[in-house]
């Protein structure tokens, strides 16, 4: 079901010419369209049904209940704040927006995440290491919640020696008021990782096991944006999603864009990953369309990928070595990596006289923990 068209329009007059009662009369008899703070679960398994609480304003209830897909499908119950959710298998994986509304307006648009691996809730009481909630099989999806000021979540789960454990969450990128960290505990209490950032403010934890035991993972986190006061948060809106995996685990494509109109055999680059190679298929997309998502064993459960209308290059192709290579041709883009931290991409660009070029490294944007400096030079490598 898609959202009723509202059609809008301005009429000017003036205050003068009106009695103040009839004024007040006017405001307090307007209507109040759906808004919506949180979801909780945030998302769920493709495939599952599953019941939501929405928190917000909504008055009457129920509302009526729209999602960008046709593959979910939602049924406000009897019951205030409570939704019924259906997804079909055959739904995208990835993030969806979910809307409410009325005769009166929509809310403003909040993001569900649909996954393609098993999804669970925590279970409180789970705020120290020895009562943390066990996990007792990877790969997983855990919807979760800190719920009070200075709440602290605790998982407890089982590696092998050898065995790395990749641990992300989602929390600020699906709205939440946080800014969360990730700890991880070895059976005497004693941290052995942490992570406080890695997807923008959402935290990535990579961890290879020295030997057999229990660990926990700990969840808690800081104010977004910062208070003045520096204390671990917590409240009604801070939800998350923490993806627990021994699996394979993807973290960028090389290279990070498609061309439009063309197909690419693309590179992953991660953790535990046995076949890091992925098909992208640009050759059908429609006109406007700048991104596919592709399902990929990752953090998410899925991958964006880039539709370029330039070509796309590997930096290992087209590097500078001690062969020297034919110049390049703008436009063009080129995915690369820095393997260290002395490392310097250098690439020769043809270019005219009085021709206008411009320059951008994109990093953050994807989610690496590069800070780039770019740097132009002249055939006799004086800087420009």
């Given at each position: 079901?898609?959202?009723?068209?509202?059609?809008?329009?301005?009429?000017?007059?003036?205050?003068?010419s009106i009695?103040?009662?009839?004024l007040?009369?006017?405001?307090?008899?307007?209507?109040?369209?759906?808004?919506?703070?949180?979801l909780?679960?945030?998302?769920?398994?493709?495939?599952?049904?599953?019941?939501?609480?929405?928190?917000?304003?909504?008055?009457?209830?129920?509302?009526?209940?729209?999602?960008?897909?046709?593959?979910i499908?939602?049924?406000?119950?009897?019951?205030?704040?409570?939704?019924?959710?259906?997804?079909?298998?055959?739904?995208?994986?990835?993030?969806h927006?979910?809307?409410l509304?009325?005769a009166?307006?929509?809310?403003?648009?909040?993001?569900?995440?649909v996954?393609?691996?098993?999804?669970?809730?925590e279970?409180?009481?789970?705020?120290?290491?020895?009562?943390?909630?066990?996990?007792?099989?990877?790969?997983?999806?855990?919807?979760?919640?800190?719920?009070?000021?200075?709440?602290?979540?605790?998982?407890?789960l089982?590696?092998?020696?050898g065995?790395?454990?990749?641990?992300?969450?989602?929390?600020?990128?699906?709205?939440?008021?946080?800014?969360?960290?990730l700890?991880?505990?070895?059976p005497?209490?004693?941290?052995?990782?942490f992570?406080?950032?890695?997807?923008?403010?959402?935290?990535?934890?990579?961890?290879?096991?020295?030997?057999?035991?229990?660990?926990?993972?700990?969840?808690?986190?800081?104010?977004?944006?910062?208070?003045?006061d520096?204390?671990?948060?917590?409240?009604?809106?801070?939800?998350?999603?923490?993806?627990?995996?021994?699996?394979?685990?993807?973290?960028?494509?090389?290279?990070?864009?498609?061309?439009r109109?063309?197909?690419?055999?693309?590179?992953?680059?991660g953790?535990?990953?046995?076949?890091?190679?992925?098909?992208?298929d640009?050759t059908?997309?429609?006109?406007?369309?700048?991104?596919?998502?592709?399902?990929?064993?990752?953090?998410?459960?899925?991958?964006?990928?880039?539709?370029?209308?330039v070509?796309?290059?590997?930096?290992?192709d087209?590097r500078?070595?001690d062969?020297?290579?034919p110049?390049?041709?703008?436009?063009?883009?080129?995915?690369?990596?820095?393997?260290?931290?002395?490392?310097?991409a250098r690439?020769t660009?043809?270019a005219?006289?009085?021709?206008?070029?411009r320059?951008?490294?994109?990093?953050?944007?994807?989610?690496?923990?590069l800070?780039?400096?770019?740097?132009?030079?002249?055939?006799?490598?004086?800087p420009?």
């Amino acid at each position: 079901m898609t959202p009723p068209h509202f059609s809008f329009f301005i009429f000017h007059f003036s205050l003068r010419s009106i009695p103040l009662f009839l004024l007040l009369t006017a405001l307090s008899s307007q209507a109040v369209p759906p808004t919506i703070d949180s979801l909780f679960p945030p998302g769920a398994q493709r495939g599952t049904p599953i019941t939501i609480k929405v928190e917000g304003k909504f008055d009457p209830w129920p509302p009526q209940a729209w999602a960008d897909s046709p593959t979910i499908h939602l049924k406000p119950t009897t019951a205030p704040s409570k939704i019924e959710v259906q997804i079909d298998k055959e739904c995208p994986v990835g993030p969806h927006v979910v809307r409410l509304y009325n005769a009166d307006g929509s809310s403003s648009p909040k993001l569900f995440v649909v996954s393609d691996e098993r999804e669970i809730l925590e279970a409180e009481p789970n705020d120290e290491p020895t009562k943390a909630q066990s996990v007792s099989a990877l790969p997983v999806t855990i919807n979760g919640q800190l719920e009070k000021s200075g709440d602290v979540d605790c998982y407890s789960l089982h590696l092998d020696a050898g065995q790395r454990l990749v641990a992300s969450l989602q929390g600020r990128r699906l709205g939440s008021p946080m800014d969360p960290m990730l700890h991880l505990l070895a059976p005497d209490g004693i941290e052995v990782a942490f992570a406080h950032d890695g997807l923008g403010l959402d935290p990535l934890l990579a961890f290879s096991a020295p030997k057999s035991a229990d660990y926990v993972v700990r969840v808690s986190a800081f104010a977004y944006p910062p208070a003045a006061d520096v204390k671990l948060t917590g409240g009604k809106n801070d939800f998350y999603r923490l993806h627990l995996t021994t699996g394979p685990c993807a973290r960028f494509t090389a290279p990070a864009a498609v061309q439009r109109g063309q197909k690419a055999d693309l590179t992953l680059v991660g953790s535990n990953l046995a076949s890091p190679h992925l098909p992208a298929d640009a050759t059908t997309l429609a006109p406007d369309q700048r991104r596919l998502v592709l399902t990929t064993p990752s953090p998410d459960g899925f991958l964006p990928l880039e539709v370029s209308d330039v070509p796309q290059l590997l930096d290992t192709d087209v590097r500078n070595s001690d062969k020297p290579l034919p110049p390049l041709t703008a436009p063009i883009v080129i995915t690369g990596r820095l393997l260290n931290s002395t490392e310097e991409a250098r690439f020769t660009l043809a270019a005219k006289k009085g021709e206008v070029l411009r320059f951008s490294v994109r990093a953050g944007a994807l989610y690496s923990p590069l800070d780039a400096v770019l740097r132009i030079e002249d055939a006799d490598h004086k800087p420009l």
